[in-house]
């Protein structure tokens, strides 16, 4: 009875690990059932400002130094969108790029002069540890995140 019992755990322990990495949830629960495409979001993104939306995307980049933020391709594959969250209310894994996630949160805007946004790219590629030329950013402009209450990440197959 004892060599059943013995064996019995570690096939049942596997099974809790297995199980836990398939799926990361992250902050709350996720409330909303329709899903917003992420590019009906960049087409026009003062009609959803400051509406809760659903979206879903493959990760391409987490914030390498507190995890405050991810960026989701587009469903067009032609764009994508920032996820952001105060720092340490969610954490983003790094080794996440790649994988999948379904975000809910509310869509805001940034304003930014032009020595603003200098300093926030240039903030962006430090962390990155990338080259930034200042003489990129002509001007002032407006950036569309959404700001982060809850994810469901789902590890890419393979």
């Known amino acids: 009875m004892k060599i059943k019992i013995i064996l019995f755990i570690p096939i049942l322990s596997f099974g809790l690990v297995f199980a ?10 996720l409330t909303i059932a329709e899903k917003t495409k992420i590019s009906d ?3 026009n993104p003062d009609m959803y400002l400051d509406q809760t939306v659903l979206v879903e ?7 390498p130094m507190m995890g405050c933020w991810m960026e989701l391709k587009s469903d067009d594959g032609e764009g994508k969108i920032k996820v952001k969250v105060k720092d340490g209310d969610i954490v983003f894994p790094i080794d996440a790029i790649g994988d999948y996630a ?3 949160g509310t869509v805001y805007k940034i ?11 240039k903030h962006l ?3 990155s540890g990338d080259d930034f030329d200042p003489g990129i950013i002509t001007g002032p402009m407006t ?8 994810a469901e990440i789902s590890q890419k197959e393979g």
């Open 111 to 121: 304003d930014l002069t032009q020595e603003e946004a200098v300093d926030y790219f």
């Open 125 to 127: 590629a430090e962390e």
């Open 20 to 29: 836990q990495t398939e799926e990361i949830k992250l902050g709350n629960e």
């Open 41 to 43: 979001i960049i087409a």
């Open 102 to 104: 379904l975000v809910e």
């Open 57 to 63: 995307g493959e990760i391409l980049n987490v914030c």
């Open 143 to 150: 950036i569309y995140q959404i700001r982060g209450i809850g």
